[in-house]
């Protein structure tokens, strides 16, 4: 096939995919963009006008993706056990939303600790049983480019933000009016979630409930999706926080007034490929283009792993962009392809707890061999990582067919 045919292909799977993810694509593209412009400024706003240490700054952050990991196991099963999803879509978003005048309006540095605590609590709600959403409104052929597409469109939301922030700040000098601003688009969010998602069979959903709340039914998963997970547990090993990739920028000689690019750049890569990728597994092989994905990986962590050349680490930085794209939408895809149907917002929650731990361990890990070791060990390192996962993927099916859920 020419690579018009295939391009012209992709384009055709994206227009398959269903009203219903695009709508909750755009709603996280307009919460992300709300959410980013505060949290980029967050860490000033605490230490700067309300007086907060930076140790309470990293305490907050660390409390706050726990919560989120811990509460996605919980939301997806309940969604799994009411046979509805939306619900606790709407209330993640809603909770997200209402939290966002307390920043403006906070007078200490606990109020924004609360704030930012709800905040992830309603991240953690909604997480695992949108993901489930997801694969409920799609059937195998769609579903990469479905998965793909709204974390391409979520992406888009973390590329703006930043720069929207960047340019208030600029002109106004007002981290209030910055967070009044940001709360515009949360409330579009919800509004999209309201209107805009629509469950699919309702009605058979609603007559009879799912499993209950027993951990015994954890034991249903089948071997294939625990081998999908301790893949992914691997490899979100070798991808700590994308907080390094601007250590290592600034090691190289980046200026701390652009380290924001290092994430727009790193984002716009991420962006462009994710939806192509998610796309080019419906009709190919999603194994393979994990493996293109984590062979990506390495090869970022040796450019990183230069930092005596800013050239170097600036391609390293795009090539985990790449790295991101071709794995990150596809693990989603691959979960809900070898997931009973019933139990799709369990092996989500599941799913986003066993990463979220990893990042956590990741970055604990990285930083420890930066203290020890310089960038170097730590890029390399990741690199390590990424090979153990390499050669799990082998363990892994190919092609693209759902053995359980459709």
Excluded at 122 to 145: E, F, M, N, S, Y
Aim: aromatic share 10%; no cysteine.
């Amino acid at each position: 096939m020419t690579l018009n045919g295939t391009l012209a292909t992709l384009r055709g799977r994206l227009r398959a995919v269903p009203r219903g993810v695009v709508m909750l694509g755009f709603v996280s593209l307009f919460m992300d963009f709300s959410s980013e412009m505060v949290h980029a400024l967050l860490p000033l706003y605490l230490v700067g006008p309300l007086g907060a240490s930076t140790a309470l700054v990293g305490f907050v952050e660390g409390v706050a993706e726990s919560i989120a990991a811990i509460t996605k196991v919980f939301s997806g099963a309940i969604s799994d056990r009411i046979r509805k999803r939306k619900p606790l879509v709407l209330l993640g978003y809603g909770l997200a939303a209402i939290t966002k005048p307390v920043f403006p309006l906070a007078s200490s540095a606990w109020m924004v600790v609360g704030a930012r605590f709800v905040d992830r609590f309603g991240k953690g709600l909604r997480g695992a049983p949108r993901d489930a959403l997801i694969a409920d409104l799609t059937t195998p052929g769609t579903r990469g480019a479905a998965y793909g597409l709204r974390q391409s469109m979520d992406t888009i939301g973390a590329i703006l933000a930043p720069a929207a922030a960047i340019a208030l700040m600029w002109l106004y000098d007002d981290f209030r009016l910055v967070f009044w601003i940001a709360v515009i688009p949360a409330v579009v969010s919800v509004l999209f979630v309201v209107f805009g998602v629509v469950e699919s069979d309702p009605e058979p959903r609603a007559a009879e409930r799912g499993p209950k709340l027993d951990w015994r039914m954890v034991g249903r998963l089948p071997g294939l999706y625990w081998a999908v997970l301790s893949v992914a547990f691997v490899l979100t090993l070798a991808r700590f926080s994308e907080a390094f990739l601007v250590l290592a920028a600034n090691h190289a000689g980046l200026a701390v007034a652009l380290a924001p690019l290092v994430f727009v750049a790193m984002n716009v890569v991420y962006s462009i490929t994710s939806a192509l990728a998610g796309s080019l597994s419906d009709g190919f092989d999603r194994r393979t283009i994990l493996m293109v994905g984590a062979a990506a990986l390495v090869a970022s962590d040796l450019f990183l792993a230069m930092t005596e050349s800013l050239l170097a680490v600036g391609a390293g930085v795009l090539v985990w962009g790449l790295h991101m794209g071709l794995t990150q939408g596809l693990f989603a895809a691959f979960v809900a392809d070898v997931a009973p149907a019933d139990l799709r917002g369990t092996a989500f929650g599941l799913y986003n707890l066993a990463t979220g731990l990893a990042m956590l361990a990741a970055s604990v890990i990285a930083g420890l061999l930066w203290d020890a070791g310089g960038p170097t060990a730590t890029f390399l390192a990741g690199a390590g990582f990424t090979l153990l996962a390499l050669f799990g993927m082998l363990l892994l099916p190919k092609g693209h067919a759902a053995p359980h859920g459709d």
